[in-house]
């Protein structure tokens, strides 16, 4: 029986939150220095979650297409970049600073703009905040050696635009991927990993001819919603928000947003965008370099147009969990489960010794946690009775419990145990590999 909503009836965004930290997902980050805050670490099962969710993308976006090839930009890149793309100039939020509490305020989420929300306090004028982060590159401080650590992915495949064309002579249409950290200076970070100034983005910039795009555009906006379905998130939780005009960037076409149901309300997880030509003029310009692609077939020169799907790993990840929590009861006890997709669950199998002062019994589950540990990601558990370390799997979302018993050591079989319907099976230790294999697989 599911009790999902009936039974959250602290925000379901909480509980995740609780048991993120309970069950070593995510951590505050600097948490003995009393944390840093709106910033957060990725502890055991985090990293096993978000790394699965990464592999997942790059394997829907990279792999199984003939037309993406991957790449990893630094962070750092020439400072003239972001002149070029226009993050100097237009990469701003409105601000404003309580004289009184000294707190800072986005002056869209304002209600009154000279009154502060906190204190009651006056508010100063509104001023232009960038919210890039600005560094210095090298030993010197001074302007010249002023760079910013990116506050996106996209533009390093705009500046390798030409490597990519010169090294691999790719035909359009075709995209790059990447996966890697941006950072921006907030001013009001929040909901958890949702908001931060440090995240990880996701993004394919795909080049085609300006003829093409709309129709580029369309299917990528269907093919990153089905991403997100494919992956187990519920149809009812998710949704496609086209932007209106007056949301657009100046030189954006259209633009639609792939929105996920928070308990703090819809809110976007990835963009996409039909940006135009506008990334490699602008680099052409500020280089000095022709970016413009050569067709064959034509003999034209032309720039193409750019179709970019843009998502959050975080965002993404965050959503991926509060979608899997789930509250059942379980006769007179309440049992906590992930059910979260089995490409994502951060451990696919656990094995437990029902009786762990029995040395054979121990011996052989370790035994068999050892061979299963070279398909699968396996952990052994024996510091607690069995019912406590379903529970413990269950809250992590480990697809599958291997126990073994008294009766392993007479018929070499074990009792296998699903997340999802806790039914039991009894499979013998020979078929274990080929049974797990696939159920992993389908
Ligand atoms: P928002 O309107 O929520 O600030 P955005 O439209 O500025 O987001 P984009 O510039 O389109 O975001 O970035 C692409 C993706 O990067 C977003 O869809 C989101 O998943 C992720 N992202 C952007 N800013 C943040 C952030 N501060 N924290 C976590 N993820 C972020």
Known sequence: MVFKGELLKMDSMERVVSLCKRRGFIFQSSDIYGGLSNSWDYGPYGVELKNNLKRAWWKANVYERDDILGMDAAILMHPKVWEASGHVKNFFDLKSDCKSCKLRFK?????????????????????????????????????????YLRPETAQGMFVNFLNILDSRHSKLPFGLAQIGKAFRNEITPGNFTFRTREFEQ?????FVKPDDAEKA?????????????????????????????????????????????????????????????????????????????????TKERFYPY??????????????????????????????VVLKI??????????????????????????????????????????????????????????????????????????????????????????????????????
Request: glycine residues 6%.
């Open 107 to 147: 002056a869209s989420d304002l209600k009154d703009k000279n009154k502060c929300p906190e204190c009651g306090g006056q508010l100063t004028e509104e001023r232009a905040f960038n919210l890039m982060f600005e560094t210095n590159y090298g030993a010197v401080e001074d302007k010249e050696s002023v760079i």
């Open 202 to 206: 996701m993004e394919i910039e795909y």
């Open 306 to 335: 750019v179709i970019e799907p843009s998502g959050g790993v975080d965002r993404a990840t965050l959503a991926f969990l509060v979608d899997a929590y789930y509250e059942e009861k379980v006769r007179d006890d309440i049992r």
């Open 341 to 442: 997709n089995k490409d994502l669950a951060p451990v696919k199998v656990a094995v437990f010794p029902l009786l762990r002062n029995r040395p054979e019994i121990v011996g052989l589950a370790k035994k068999i946690a050892g061979g299963l540990k070279k398909n699968f990601i396996c952990v052994y558990d024996d510091t607690g009775a069995i019912g406590k370390l379903y529970r413990r799997q269950d809250e992590v979302g480990t697809l599958f419990c291997v126990t073994v018993d008294v009766q392993s050591l007479e018929d070499k079989q074990v009792t296998v145990r699903d997340r999802d319907t806790m039914l039991q099976e009894r499979i013998g230790i020979d078929k274990l590999k080929e049974y797990l294999n696939t159920k992993l697989t389908i």
């Open 217 to 297: 555009y369309k299917e990528w906006v269907e093919t990153r919603y089905q991403w997100y379905l494919n992956l187990g998130i519920s149809k009812e939780n998710l949704r496609l928000r086209p932007h209106g005009k007056d949301e657009l960037a100046h030189y954006a076409l259209a633009c639609t947003d792939i929105e996920y149901k928070f308990s703090f309300g819809w809110s976007e997880l990835e963009g996409i965008a039909n940006r135009t030509n506008f990334d490699l003029k602008q680099h052409a310009q500020y280089s000095g370099k022709d970016l413009r692609y050569f067709d064959d077939s």
